[in-house]
């Protein structure tokens, strides 16, 4: 059983929560229509289940690095070059939610009109969960695709520096049942979000996950997450170590995820992204990319809806492994997630208590009151 669930997690209601970030980007100097669209981004994790990151990740990746000096609470969104089809944005350190939002929404409405639409960004900062910019093409009845470079964390196949980041390749399209497939994970075996999470809640890893500079693997969190730093650790890609179980695709798609991230909007990379020059902390610089793909333009969306709806329904009603109860497709367990904690709100266990009560102290915000406040 783990650390946090032998003490007390409380449940917060989702709109008190989003609230509560809202206020902590305002109160950090995020402009107020900024701050909404960056809270809503980090709820709608929560809200699905990816604890990863949520509300775990509001004071470690924005309002400390804002406090740091090295990401721009007001973000100057800047067109560098514009097509028909396609655009270039300079994001200037700003919010990535922000960015990305805009972004996603510009090849959206490209999309509509000329059937395809791509955006690339530089010099942004980390945007939160990726298939939330694939449901805002679903959501327009088309074809989402979105990634992101990161700092380095993943080590190629046969090494063990840090050079790839955990570049999630992430693909989302609407289908005719109650929720979207939508593909958002990492190119790697598993990426520091769910390793703050283990850390958290007081477990330990897997084997495999990372392997040190001693190319022997690790299993403690928080040394991990040191070692990460320092560059003695890295993620394994997905497959795993060596060849056998295919490490090379996921080193190769991470690989994707960086070339698409940084050599068409001329932005960073590899260790260009470590956030550290001459040992003092500096924006991460990171790209992203955004394609929507108009359905319409192909066939009618329902139709698009039905046939793959049926290639889900196919997969989950196959021919099960021996004492597996279910088959799941990509999308299902964030749905019933939702399901599950649309009437309970979000899971803060002790160690989001302290954050969520030094945020509150430092910007003044005692009119928040939370339940482990009783």
């Known amino acids: 059983m783990s650390k946090e669930t032998l003490e007390k997690i409380y449940w917060v209601p989702f709109e008190q929560m989003e609230a509560f970030m809202f206020d902590c980007f305002v109160g950090s100097g995020v402009p107020k229509q ?8 980090l709820i709608t994790a929560d809200k699905h289940g990816i604890d990863s990151h949520g509300i775990g990740r509001l004071k470690p990746i924005y309002i400390d690095r804002i406090a740091d000096g090295i990401q721009n609470p007001v973000t100057n969104f ?45 010099n942004s900062t980390h945007y939160g969960i990726s298939g939330y910019y694939a449901q805002m093409a679903i959501d327009n009845g088309q074809i989402g695709i979105t990634g992101t470079n990161a700092r380095p964390s993943i ?47 007081g477990k330990t890893m897997p084997e495999g996950w990372v392997i040190g500079s001693d190319g022997k693997t690790r ?26 179980t295919g490490g090379y695709k996921g080193y190769s798609y991470a690989t994707v995820v960086e070339v698409l991230s940084a050599a068409l ?17 500096v924006p991460y610089r990171l790209g992203h990319f955004f394609l929507a793909i108009n359905i319409e333009h192909f066939i009618p969306l329902p139709v698009f809806k039905s046939v793959a709806g049926n290639i889900m329904r196919g997969l989950r009603n196959s021919a099960k492994a021996p004492g597996q ?32 009560n030094a945020m509150r102290a430092a910007m003044g915000l005692n009119h928040h009151i939370f339940p482990w406040d009783d």
């Not at 900024?34 to 981004?41: I, M, P, R």
């Not at 990305?100 to 510009?106: F, G, I, Q």
């Not at 999630?168 to 075996?189: K, Q």
């Open 219 to 244: 299993t403690d969190p928080a040394q991990t997450l040191k070692d990460l730093i320092a560059g003695t650790a890295a993620l394994t890609p997905l497959g795993g170590l060596g060849e056998e």
């Open 325 to 356: 109860e279910r088959i799941w497709t990509a999308g299902e367990k964030e749905h019933y997630a939702w399901l599950e904690r649309k009437d309970k709100g979000v899971p803060v266990g002790p160690a989001l208590q302290k954050d969520c």
């Open 78 to 122: 800047e067109i560098v070059k514009e097509t028909e089809t396609t655009a270039v944005i300079d994001g200037h350190d700003g919010m990535g939610h922000v960015i990305s939002v805009r972004s996603m929404n510009m090849a959206i409405e490209k999309a509509k009109k000329y059937g395809l639409g791509m955006v690339a960004v530089r």
């Open 265 to 281: 909007q001329d932005g960073s990379y590899l260790k260009g992204l470590l956030g550290y020059e001459d040992g003092k902390k």
């Open 155 to 201: 080590a190629p196949t046969f090494g063990i520096e840090n050079m790839l980041g955990t570049n999630p390749l992430v693909f989302g399209f609407p289908t005719d049942e109650d929720f979207p497939f939508i593909i958002d994970c990492a190119t790697s075996v598993t990426q520091r979000g769910k390793i703050e999470l283990y850390q958290r809640q």
């Open 34 to 41: 900024d701050a909404k669209v960056c809270a809503d981004v």
